[in-house]
């Protein structure tokens, strides 16, 4: 981010910063979110916090920017301006452009009261939250120190993660095995759903179809195609997150046997 930040401010951009996912993380004691013109974040089920399953929140560096957003996420909708000598004439509320953003048809992105309450509080938890996420990652690893075959994200020094998923890449050419082996095993004998995520966009067919689907991204590739991605959550019981320790352990170690089988035969 401050890397895109310089650029922008060389070409007078404004940033979008996404922070979906990233509640919480910090570089150089600097706030996630804190960087962009405008940054968004997810309070979906998946996330970090969540209101209630859904909903979201926007944070502006430019005050006059905030004023567009009531309008924009209500359909447009606003009180009458100033005072009016009938407070019911014509009507409740008004439904109208904002100044400037004429062309710009409004939305109905509106969370109900409980859900607002929750996230208000929730966010008072970011931090505790992100530092259990930390130990239980942190934890994992360390037990990880006999398995090269696991190559893990590298943070950064003076970054701090938030954490929010438990992913790796599988390097097990070695033995002959891929990250579909790996996932099979564990799902199959040791009852862990690893999944993989977050599919390259251009191999979309979305993107694809829309002349997007070529793109130089090596690292991606590689990274996508040997990924795999633990259950990670804060409400998973320490019996269970041992096991998966244990399971992981158990996975590499017989893919290992596997392929010594292999080589004898």
Known sequence: ??????????????????????????????????????????????KNITTLGEGGMICFNHPEWAKVLPGLRHNGHRPYGGLREQYWHPAMVNVDFDE?????????????????????????RVDSLRIDRRNRHNQFIEAMKGCPELIFQTIPEKYQSAHHLLPFRYDGRK????SYDFIDYIARVQGVQAIVQ???LNRYPLFSKMGYGDARIPNTNLFFD??????????????????????TKNTVLALREMAKVVVSA
């Open 1 to 46: 981010m401050p890397e895109i930040m310089q650029l922008a401010k060389q070409h007078n951009i404004p940033v979008l910063e996404d922070c979906a996912q990233s509640i919480g993380a910090t570089i150089d004691g600097k706030r996630a979110g804190s960087f962009g013109d405008i940054s968004v974040f997810s309070f979906q089920s998946h």
């Open 100 to 124: 400037g953003y004429e062309n710009i048809w409004r939305h109905n992105f509106c969370l109900g009261e409980p859900q607002c309450a929750l996230g208000i509080e929730l966010l008072k």
């Open 175 to 178: 033995q002959g095995k891929n």
């Open 198 to 200: 977050y599919y390259p």
């Open 226 to 247: 040997n990924m795999v991605s633990l259950p990670f959550h804060c409400w998973m019981s320490e019996d269970d997150f041992d096991y998966m320790i244990e399971a």
